[in-house]
């Protein structure tokens, strides 16, 4: 299975700031997908991100709050805009397909 | 549209005991299965997934998993648990959606073992 590498693993970010997450993959990957874990709580699909066309997201996270970059097929960045204590969450990414999914080791992000 | 039920949020068991973990499952279709376990500061790691075939299904750590189509349910066993298997585990259901692929995971299990 793929061999995902995400940085950073964690920051402390002021409020209003941006954070660029990324997320660089071993080998070729069709679909990369960012999720979102906020404290105590469980994953939540934030968008699906495939090469060569924007962004898919779900109900609830819009691209302005978290625009997603696609440029090849082993590398993704998600950021996320005009951060508030709320955004205080983990962020992973994660590859595969409907037979396997493969997750990074994720990204703790503080807001202060 | 999927879902995914985990109706214990916490579950304490003593070293050596035997474990089951819930999950409760809504698809329209034959749904991909699949259990992680995420382990304090740590990512998501796959114990075992089910996609066809035997509905036993068997994974690392020693745990197996058992899909009853009749129950929508796919509980994760370990016929003894270690102190080291402390952690959350999430089991998810996965489709492929015309838009592409996606896993909805459940709220998650608290596993705590007592020594």
New interface residues.
């Given amino acids: 299975s793929a061999v995902i590498s995400q940085k950073p693993s964690r920051d402390i970010c002021q409020r209003g700031t941006s954070l660029t997450i990324q997320c660089q993959v071993d080998s070729q990957v069709t679909m990369m997908f960012w999720y979102r874990q906020q404290p105590g709580q469980s994953l939540t699909l934030i968008a699906t991100a495939n090469q060569g066309s924007e962004a898919t997201y779900e109900s609830g996270f819009v691209i302005d709050k978290f625009p997603i970059s696609r440029p090849n097929l082993t590398f993704s960045t998600l950021t996320v805009s005009n951060m508030s204590p709320e955004d205080s969450s983990i962020y992973l990414c994660s590859v595969g397909d409907g037979r396997g999914y493969t997750f990074g080791s994720g990204t703790r992000l503080t807001v202060v | 549209a999927q879902s995914v039920t985990q109706p214990d949020i916490h579950i304490t068991v003593s070293e050596g005991a035997s474990l089951e973990l819930r999950c409760n499952y809504s698809y329209g279709a034959t749904p991909?299965l699949?259990w992680?376990v995420q382990s304090p500061?740590?990512?998501?790691q796959?114990l075992l997934?089910y996609?066809s075939g035997d509905t036993l299904v068997q994974g690392i750590k020693g745990f197996e998993a058992e899909f009853k189509r009749s129950q929508s349910s796919f509980n994760l066993r370990k016929p003894s648990v270690h102190w080291s298997d402390a952690a959350e585990y999430?089991c998810a259901v996965?489709?492929?959606t015309g838009?592409?692929?996606?896993?909805?995971?459940?709220?998650?299990t608290q596993l705590k073992v007592e020594l």
């Fill in positions: 991909y699949f992680y500061g740590q990512g998501l796959l997934k996609f999430f996965g489709a492929i838009g592409g692929n996606k896993l909805t995971f459940g709220t998650g």
